[in-house]
């Protein structure tokens, strides 16, 4: 499946696509993954990015078309991808739209996640992330069996650096003004879907019975 995951920070677009790379082999493509890798790593790349992520700012719509541009090109992306975090502007969503186009690609539906605001930001406090997999976990709802390691593998599990209170309010203040537009914009396109939900199970029943998978 080729799915947009279209919701704000907390919204559970991470777990949700981690969970549908399950069912039929499609990728998860996070620009904020790829991204905290580029810092972590100290690439070009990293150095540009890191001030605008560390304020919950948006990096610039250019850097991301550059890395989406050569990701969606990958071999791996042919068995489906699920976009996560991406595209989170409108300029950003039309730029996709042509290199689809141009690749003779259609996307199934894109999936605008709603939760409340004060579940989301209840969420985004508490939520630990590993620094080596990406693994997500809560530490009141779903902790590490030991504290600050990976179940998974082994890796540092930590709070990231825009998980502070200031970058999480402003994250919320930028999703508002910049990426809850392109809800109207798909919804145009005739492609939208709008789960409510809080739970990850709910939206991948609704997505498996939009798209007809058992
Ligand atoms: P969340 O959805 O929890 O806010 P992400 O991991 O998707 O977090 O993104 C973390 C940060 O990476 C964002 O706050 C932003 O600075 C940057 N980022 C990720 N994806 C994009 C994008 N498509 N456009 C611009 N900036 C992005
Ligand atoms: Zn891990």
Redesign the pocket.
């Known amino acids: 499946m080729k799915l947009i995951l279209l919701g704000a ?2 919204a559970g ?1 991470g777990t949700v696509a981690k969970l549908l790379t399950q069912l039929d082999g499609s990728v998860q493509i ?4 790829i ?1 905290r890798a580029a810092v972590a790593a100290g690439t070009e790349l990293g150095k540009k990015a890191e001030a ?2 560390k304020a ?4 610039s719509d250019d850097l ?1 078309m550059g890395i989406m541009s050569e990701r969606l090109k990958q071999d791996d992306c042919k068995n489906g991808y699920l976009l996560d ?5 409108i300029p ?1 969503a039309e730029a996709l739209t042509k290199m689809l186009a141009d690749m003779g690609e259609k996307l199934d539906a894109v999936v605008n996640i709603d939760v409340p605001r004060d579940v989301i930001l209840d969420r985004l406090t508490t939520r630990r992330t590993c620094t080596k997999c990406n693994a997500i976990y809560n530490v009141k709802s779903n902790p590490p069996k030991v504290e600050g390691v990976c179940d998974k593998c082994g890796g540092p599990v930590v709070q990231r650096d ?1 998980e502070t209170e200031q970058a999480i309010s402003n ?1 919320l203040d930028v999703y508002n003004q910049k990426t809850a537009p392109l809800a109207s914009f798909y919804e145009k396109a005739g492609m939208l879907m709008t789960v409510t939900a809080t739970s990850s199970d709910t939206v991948i029943a609704a997505i498996k019975s939009k798209l007809g998978i058992k």
């Open positions: 920070p907390g677009k996070s620009t904020g993954d991204l605008a992520m919950g700012d948006l990096v991301i975090g991406f595209p989170r502007t950003q825009d994250r």
